[in-house]
């Protein structure tokens, strides 16, 4: 249980493109989505939390302009980098919370991620 | 907000030696402090968590302990084994706030 999975694993484009990446939850309901970037080396960097049904939550520094979070339904949350630029290669990470019988509406599960290559 | 802070930041052990890891957390409201394992491109996978109102957890060979009043915890690795190394993160998290430490890459030298 607790399966987090997300699409595309990799992807290269264009500078000046926009890429959706895609967040689903398997086996349970997510009502709280998270978006992180990690860049070689370094840890996880909180860019939002998307909770279903409602506007996400950006962190400081993040443009919600250009990282648009949609989270229409308790398992689909979807980033789409606008307008993307070499600096915006990286890995990026989603993660979910689990309400699954014996858990802990604490635990994050997260998805195996998306390497994203701007050109 | 949360500072999360990890210490070492690498760590070199040899195969059965035991390995630890430090954080320190700055906001006294967290009560979730789970840890990660990453292994290169691939996802984290949480390996052990601990709340607010324990001190200590144990799961195998993995055991975490938590000092509220210092607010720091830890991550102990007994009997360590080439599959151990990886890049370990801790967290702290308080209701949809999670941040987490910048990482330890842990060797373990067969």
């Known amino acids: 249980g607790a399966v987090v999975s997300q699409h595309p694993s990799w992807v290269i484009c264009k500078s000046g493109t926009s890429v959706k990446i895609e967040c689903r939850s398997l086996?349970?309901?997510?009502?709280?989505m998270f978006w992180y970037r990690q860049f070689p080396k370094q840890s996880l960097m909180l860019m939002a939390t998307?909770?279903?049904?409602?506007?996400?939550?950006?962190e400081q520094g993040v443009e919600k302009d250009k990282f648009l979070i949609n989270h229409a339904s308790l398992t689909l949350s979807t980033l789409t980098v606008t307008s993307a630029h070499p600096e915006d290669s990286s890995f990026y990470i989603c993660?979910?919370?689990?309400?699954?019988?014996?858990?802990?509406?604490?635990?994050?599960?997260f998805g195996p991620g998306t390497r994203l290559t701007v050109t | 907000g949360e500072n999360v802070e990890q210490h070492p930041s690498t760590l070199s052990v040899q195969e059965g030696d035991s390995a630890v890891i430090k954080c320190t957390y700055s906001?006294?409201?967290?009560?979730?402090f789970p840890w990660y394992k990453q292994e290169l491109g691939k996802r984290p996978q949480l390996i052990i968590d601990?709340?607010?109102?324990?001190g200590e957890k144990k799961d195998q060979r993995i055991a975490v302990t938590l000092n509220k009043t210092a607010k720091h915890f830890s991550l102990h690795i007994t009997e360590t084994q080439p599959e151990d190394s990886a890049v370990y993160f801790c967290?702290?998290?308080?209701?949809?706030?999670?941040?987490f430490g910048a990482g330890t890459r842990l060797t373990v030298k067969p």
């Open positions: 906001d006294s409201a967290s009560n979730y």
């Open positions: 086996d349970f309901q997510a009502t709280t």
């Open positions: 998307s909770n279903e049904g409602s506007k996400a939550t950006y």
């Open positions: 993660s979910a919370r689990t309400n699954r019988a014996g858990g802990s509406l604490l635990e994050q599960y």
């Open positions: 601990i709340r607010s109102n324990v």
């Open positions: 967290a702290a998290s308080y209701n949809n706030d999670m941040r």
